[in-house]
């Protein structure tokens, strides 16, 4: 066998058996990407993304990103869906948990929540470890591994076709501008625009600690949630004070002496100052109904379901008949009393270090 023959042999299993990604070569900008994120330390940037889940295109959310080479990202939702969120993800810390907290009236908790949750892949395609250049250089190696690098509109762009297609542009430094991945039909699947790319900032420990006096965190526990009792009073005292009434559907089950008594499901209406009415629905009392007037009578009006319909009788609320299937006081029904009554229950728990 000739020299010429023994290479003609071996340019056909070239070609047979390595994979297409293997012999397409990567575009220039591509390897100046990765060879950025392989010699960055750290970064930020200005995240635009939308995500197609649960049968839809998301709404557009805007996102402020600080991240690290070991995969540590700090994030915090700037745009008017999820204003005001916050999370941590640093690899190997809080049990491999993001620490995240919520914006607006409920950033008086924070959670500890796997990047595989439901919670967290709830609007998102991927989980927010994506975030860091170092994770997102490994994806993109990933890509090139199993699709075949296809021709590019212009060179700022790198297509990586596998059952779906990916679409990536960079600046002439090498850093990301936008990434997208579209279905076999074309359809958006994934869309995120980078602006105001820095590297190498220098970031220290603190941007990625949730004691960070800058972020907004209520605090921290490795218990896996934290609730700052004072700001939940004021934060849901201030969103109760703007309803004059509701309506909702309570399911209760108590324990009066030493019977459990049968599940009741009712229908509340509520209207401040302190006006009742309950309908209970199919379970134990069906039919039930009761009305409640705070301030202009001092007796609660009830009728039983079925053949006892007939009659209506009139009631002291604080009576025995009342607390024959209750160990609360009707006018506990409001949500005011329900704030105070989780306040006074956590101040008191935290108070005995019971609770976080």
């Not at 941590?88 to 950033?107: M, Q, S, T």
Request: no cysteine.
């Amino acid at each position: 066998m000739t020299r010429r023959h023994l290479a003609a042999i071996l340019g056909i299993l070239t070609v047979v058996l390595l994979p297409a990604a293997s012999f397409a070569q990567a575009p220039d900008v591509l390897e100046k990407f990765l060879a950025v994120a392989e010699a960055h330390t750290d970064g930020s940037y200005n995240l635009t993304m939308r995500h197609f889940v649960r049968g839809k295109l998301q709404p557009e959310e805007r996102v402020a990103v600080k991240s690290r080479k070991d995969g540590a990202v700090y994030a915090k939702w700037t745009g008017a869906r999820n204003k005001g969120r916050e999370l941590i993800y640093r690899p190997g810390w809080n049990g491999g948990k993001a620490w995240v907290k919520e914006g607006g009236a409920l950033d008086f908790a924070a959670v500890a929540i796997a990047l595989d949750d439901k919670a967290m892949t709830y609007d998102y395609r991927r989980s927010p470890d994506f975030f860091a250049l170092s994770r997102m250089a490994e994806v993109l190696r990933q890509w090139m591994k199993a699709g075949a690098i296809q021709p590019a509109a212009d060179e700022a762009t790198v297509v990586i076709k596998s059952d779906e297609t990916m679409r990536v542009s960079f600046g002439a430094d090498g850093t990301p501008r936008s990434l997208e991945i579209e279905n076999a039909k074309g359809g958006l699947l994934e869309s995120y625009t980078y602006a105001n790319v820095r590297m190498n900032g220098g970031f220290a420990d603190a941007d990625f600690d949730p004691g960070n006096a800058t972020y907004g965190f209520p605090g921290y526990a490795a218990s896996g949630i934290f609730i700052d009792a004072e700001k939940l009073k004021k934060n849901l005292t201030r969103f109760y004070g703007g309803v004059t009434d509701y309506t909702y559907v309570m399911k209760k089950q108590e324990r009066i002496g030493e019977k459990l008594q049968d599940e009741q499901t009712m229908r509340v209406k509520f209207r401040k100052p302190g006006d009742i009415y309950m309908h209970w629905l199919p379970g134990a009392h069906e039919g039930r109904e009761l009305i409640f007037r705070a301030g202009k009578d001092e007796k609660v009006t009830v009728h039983e379901g079925g053949l006892l319909g007939v009659v209506t009788v009139r009631i002291d609320p604080d009576g025995d008949l009342m607390k024959r299937d209750s160990n609360h006081a009707l006018t506990e029904s409001d949500f005011g009393s329900t704030i105070k009554k989780i306040y006074d229950n956590l101040s008191r728990g935290q108070a005995a270090g019971k609770s976080s």
